[in-house]
């Protein structure tokens, strides 16, 4: 982890403090996705199942999620495991329902024209799954379930095979509490193709996706990206790339546990970024040491060793230096580990989601917390937000005016509408409010 002193930073040294691993944009990521994409385009579900073969190790597999599967599932897992997928599932589905957006009543602008707005769920959604070297069921339920409680009729899952090809069986339980019918076995760019175009394959057919879902690697960051700038290609949710977390602590803060949060994403990735910002460098001290102490029994400690080497520590003058330098940074993950955490909270600005003094672990909302963990990476946190119910849905304004309406209102548009020299617009509203 490099140790960098804010005040000494000039304004290029402070954006390579804060810059993203060098992987996520590199130029040879890009043309492979590409290289997948125009095959995939052209060879369908053909393509689909060489890159699956060649890059996941096995041809694509649909798994479907049947009572007898789910016993299966079941019996594998002890009854504690299963609890605890329940009681995720169920506090994900709980938040997503009570936050659901609902139809506004009219509002009423001019006697005579009122308007509204209403809500729909997207046709198709297309949700990745991270996985491989680790079964992330729990990003599963994090989008599945608000897809369902928004009420997607076409949900399509994918998620890369296990290293001997099998379906960890917590995914499969995952599956049923989100209600699907069934889940891909396809992983990386290809699974990202084939959900942008649609692709006929041994096992069955993926539909084409309205919008795509879902943090992945590199790859998959770039192929979403591909994918919604293509003509007429399907909208993605959000940069979600390898994971981020930004710790700001201060002197009272406990170095085990600020450690033990930094450790629990670098784990993830050797992409992942996690970021510390102290105002002491006793602070700064004291969690290295930790950071040190606990990889030492870690079983995914080469890959969090290999996340660290773009880990930063950064000593900045006091609390709020450090909200402003979180600010800049975006974080898809914050964690306030202050005397008064909570007194911070309204000089964030950009975060996906911010966690809040020593009890509040981001494993939490990871897992069981409610609030669906996708959340936008690279920056994306300064514009975007996570993954909500409204992520599934779309809105419309319904507008109704009467004929007194027209009357009252049509000169104004018109006029407004010759100003912009739009005469066919004007004489529409003519039409309406002349008798």
Not at 64 to 83: G, H, N
Not at 177 to 191: C, H, N, R, S, T
């Amino acid at each position: 982890m490099r140790r960098l002193d804010w005040s000494s930073l000039d304004g290029q040294g402070r954006m390579d403090a804060l810059a993203r691993p060098a992987r996520r944009s590199e130029r040879d990521v890009a043309d492979v996705v590409q290289g997948i994409f125009e095959q995939v385009a052209i060879s369908g579900g053909a393509a689909v199942t060489r890159y699956g073969a060649e890059i996941d190790g096995f041809a694509p597999r649909r798994i479907a999620i049947t009572p007898e599967a789910v016993t299966e599932a079941r019996d594998a897992l002890p009854p504690a495991d299963t609890r605890a997928l329940r009681v995720a599932a169920e506090n994900v589905r709980v938040f997503h329902q009570a936050t659901k957006p609902e139809d506004t009543p009219f509002i009423e602008t001019t006697p005579g024209v009122k308007s509204k707005l209403v809500w729909r769920p997207i046709g198709a959604a297309g949700i990745y799954v991270p996985g491989g070297t680790a079964p992330l069921f729990s990003s599963l339920l994090m989008q599945a379930i608000p897809a369902e409680v928004a009420g997607v009729e076409i949900r399509v899952v994918v998620t890369p095979p296990s290293k001997d090809g099998s379906v960890h069986p917590a995914m499969i339980l995952a599956a049923a509490e989100a209600g699907l019918d069934a889940i891909w076995l396809i992983g990386g760019a290809q699974a990202i193709a084939a959900m942008t175009y649609g692709a006929v394959l041994d096992d069955g057919e993926i539909p084409p996706c309205d919008k795509l879902f879902g943090p992945g690697n590199a790859f998959v960051a770039e192929a979403k990206r591909y994918a919604a700038a293509l003509p007429n290609g399907p909208s993605v949710d959000m940069p979600a790339g390898p994971s981020e977390l930004l710790v700001i602590a201060d002197r009272h803060c406990d170095p085990e546990l600020v450690a033990a949060d930094l450790l629990s994403q670098a784990e993830h990735d050797a992409d992942a970024q996690v970021i510390l910002v102290a105002d002491r460098d006793a602070t700064i001290d004291a969690v290295l040491a930790e950071l040190e102490a606990q990889l030492a029994t870690l079983p995914r400690a080469d890959i969090a060793r290999a996340s660290l080497a773009e880990a930063r520590a950064v000593k900045v003058a006091d609390m709020a230096e450090a909200c402003a330098v979180s600010n800049l940074y975006g974080p898809e993950h914050l964690a306030l580990h202050a005397e008064d955490a909570e007194s911070l909270v309204p000089l964030i600005r950009a975060a996906g989601a911010v966690f809040v003094g020593r009890w509040a672990a981001e494993t939490l909302g990871d897992y069981a917390a409610g609030p669906s963990h996708v959340l936008p990476t690279d920056g994306g946190a300064r514009t975007l937000g996570g993954i909500t119910t409204a992520s599934f849905m779309t809105s419309m304004s319904v507008q109704q005016v009467t004929e007194a309406g027209a009357e009252r209102l049509g000169p104004i548009a018109a006029r407004l509408a010759r100003l912009e020299g739009l005469e066919a617009h004007a004489r529409a509203a003519d039409l309406r409010s002349v008798p």
